[in-house]
């Protein structure tokens, strides 16, 4: 098993959809995950942290099961702008080692 | 947050040369990485940049194949050495700790290399 799997996609959903990732990770004493995004030919940045049960920013929303050992990621009222690759990241405990999933990516049309 | 600048921003060169890679990173940062994302893939460590001392670098990479050097606090250079097509890949800088973000990790904009 990977250390950390997404669904690559891609998922194709129309303005204002509702659309949901899922993140599984295999180390059960992960304690912190991380939600980047990646748009094309950039560089990855810091999308959201989950420290507890979940975190809400916004549009969007992430959640942590820790009993399944997945997170997700669930984007309301998608914008075009959203389009990009969405990274799940597993940090080491201390946090300064990062290892990344395979990534999802999303395309909203009009 | 961290701004993190790397050179060159692109290069394509012939197979068996080698490229050297710099970050530079506005700030002092803990600790320094180097990654790779092969086309459509997501991003894989290559070593965490060691100030002063030999890179720590992850399975399937080498120092013979990927020198690192990290002088001070704020730069790192990553050499990519007797090229292949296959070391074609966006080489990423990234920057953690220190005074302009503790808890959270930091990417350059990347150094497209293709190898001819």
């Known amino acids: 098993r990977k250390e950390v799997e997404q669904d690559p996609g891609p998922f194709n959903v129309p303005e204002g959809a509702t659309v949901a990732f899922n993140c599984t990770y295999s180390n059960s004493a992960s304690q912190s995950f991380f939600w980047y995004r990646q748009d094309c030919r950039k560089e990855p940045k810091l999308l959201m942290s989950?420290?507890?049960s979940g975190n809400e920013d916004g549009r969007f929303t992430a959640q942590l099961n820790r009993a399944s050992q997945y997170i997700s990621l669930l984007i309301r009222d998608s914008k075009l702008s959203d389009s990009a690759t969405y990274l799940c990241v597993v940090p080491n405990n201390a946090g300064n080692m990062l290892t990344f999933g395979g990534g999802t990516r999303l395309m909203v049309k009009p | 947050s961290a701004v993190i600048s790397q050179k060159p921003s692109r290069d394509i060169c012939q197979r068996g040369t080698s490229l050297t890679i710099q970050c530079q990173v506005d700030s002092q940062v803990t600790m320094m990485f180097w990654y790779r994302q092969q086309p459509g893939q997501s991003l894989t460590l290559i070593a965490t940049a060691n100030q002063g001392s030999e890179a720590t670098y992850e399975s399937g990479f080498v120092i013979d194949k990927f020198p690192i050097s990290r002088p001070n606090l704020t730069f790192s250079t990553l050499t990519v050495s007797n090229m292949s097509p296959e070391d074609s890949s966006i080489y990423l800088c990234?920057?953690?700790?220190?005074?302009?973000?503790?808890?959270?990790?930091?990417f350059g904009p990347g150094t497209r290399l293709t190898v001819l």
């Open positions: 990234s920057a953690w700790g220190g005074a302009k973000g503790e808890n959270e990790q930091f």
């Open positions: 989950v420290y507890s």
